[in-house]
């Protein structure tokens, strides 16, 4: 399956991405990840994406379009895969239609997760993130690490992310309704969209996106 998740700052979409990507058995892209992976192994695309990140602004999109389509092709991705953060905005959006023409292959769905801004702000002012390459992620409240600052998959160490301060919050909220909220109607246009609310556990936000995601592939018939 070939599927886009979309949702504002803190809606749990990485958290979701994880756990779907592993039942559906495609990989989990995230550019969010991708670019923080450049930023810790200092690399020329990691010192410009930083500068962006900590503002709360986009990425520009020639860099972010190249790095997502570099990592579309990998063969990994070949049969499938779960795109988490990408397309952000229209032209995003725009340019992965046309990869999807030319390599003749198809979107299944775009999966909308929903949260109240309240909600999504106590997730992030609360999130801890483990520095592995896998980025497992924690909540001081709502998913506690059994030993604080350590993580419980890997033994990682648990930091904060530079971005999720609440003025760059603030700002990354602003630029997810201007600019990441119009590609829900462009995929609403194309029949591709089903969006679920991500409020509740996680394993039952879990079952509710798998059931949208089987509900849209009956449809897509
Ligand atoms: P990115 O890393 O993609 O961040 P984001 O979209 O702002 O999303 P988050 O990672 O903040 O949240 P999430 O929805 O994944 O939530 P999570 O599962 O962690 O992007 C960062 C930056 O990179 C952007 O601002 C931009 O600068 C740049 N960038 C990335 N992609 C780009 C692109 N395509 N173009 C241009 N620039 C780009 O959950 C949050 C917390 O809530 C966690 O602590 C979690 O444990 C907890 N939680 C999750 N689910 C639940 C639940 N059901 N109940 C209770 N707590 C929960
Ligand atoms: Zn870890």
Known sequence: MRIVLVGPPGAGKGTQAI???????????????????????RTELGKLAKVCMDAGTLVPDELTIAMAKDRMRQPDAENGFLLDG?????????????????????????LGLEAPEGEV??????????????????????RPPKKQGVCDVCGGELYQRDDDSEETVRKRLAVYHTQTEPIIEYYKARGLAVTISSLGPV???????????KRREGDGR
């Open 86 to 110: 990408f397309p952000r905005n229209v032209s995003q959006a725009e340019a992965l239609d046309e990869l999807l023409r030319a390599e003749a292959i198809k979107l299944d769905a775009v």
């Open 203 to 213: 394993d039952e936000v879990t079952r509710r996106a798998l059931e949208a995601l």
């Open 121 to 142: 702000i106590k997730r992030i002012a609360g999130r801890r993130v483990c520095r592995s390459r896998s980025a497992h992620v924690f909540h001081v409240a709502y």
């Open 19 to 41: 756990r779907l990507a592993g039942k559906l058995s495609v990989p989990h892209i995230s550019t969010g990840d991708l670019f923080r992976a450049n930023i810790s192994r």
